[in-house]
């Protein structure tokens, strides 16, 4: 069973930075971060393949936003600079278990397994 915590959330003002972490209890999948504002679908924001090699983005974050990888430590960040309000949401991390871990997966129906969710609030 994989469990995924996700940490590092929390208020901000626009312009700040933030990272969160992502802790796989797993192995060198790929894994992705999505958010949900209040009253709006979840939306995809980036993904990465399991050796860290390929990365993808949503537009609305590109330039500001980076996912990277250290599977030694089987953790997972979101680095978000140039934070805006409507960065607001409930970040998610996802893991992609049973697809392969070459590519980087943009819809949800692409993971298996997801984290409890971190709360990111950017004040104007």
């Known amino acids: 069973q994989v469990q995924l915590v996700e940490s590092g959330g929390g208020l901000v003002q626009a312009g700040d930075s933030l990272r969160l972490s992502c802790a796989a209890s797993?192995?060198?999948?790929?894994m992705g971060w999505f958010r949900q504002a209040p009253g709006k679908e979840r939306d995809f924001v980036a993904a990465?393949?399991?050796?860290?090699?390929?990365?993808n983005y949503a537009d609305s974050v590109k330039g500001r936003f980076t996912i990277s990888r250290d599977n030694a430590k089987n953790t997972v960040y979101l680095q978000m600079n140039s934070l805006k309000p409507e960065d607001t949401a409930v970040y998610y991390c996802?893991?992609?278990?049973?697809?392969?871990?070459?590519?980087?997966?943009?819809?949800?129906?692409?993971?298996?397994?997801w984290g409890q969710g971190t709360q990111v609030t950017v004040s104007s």
């Open positions: 996802a893991l992609a278990r049973y697809r392969s871990s070459y590519f980087t997966y943009i819809t949800s129906d692409r993971y298996d397994y």
């Open positions: 797993g192995s060198t999948f790929s």
């Open positions: 990465i393949s399991g050796s860290g090699l390929k990365t």
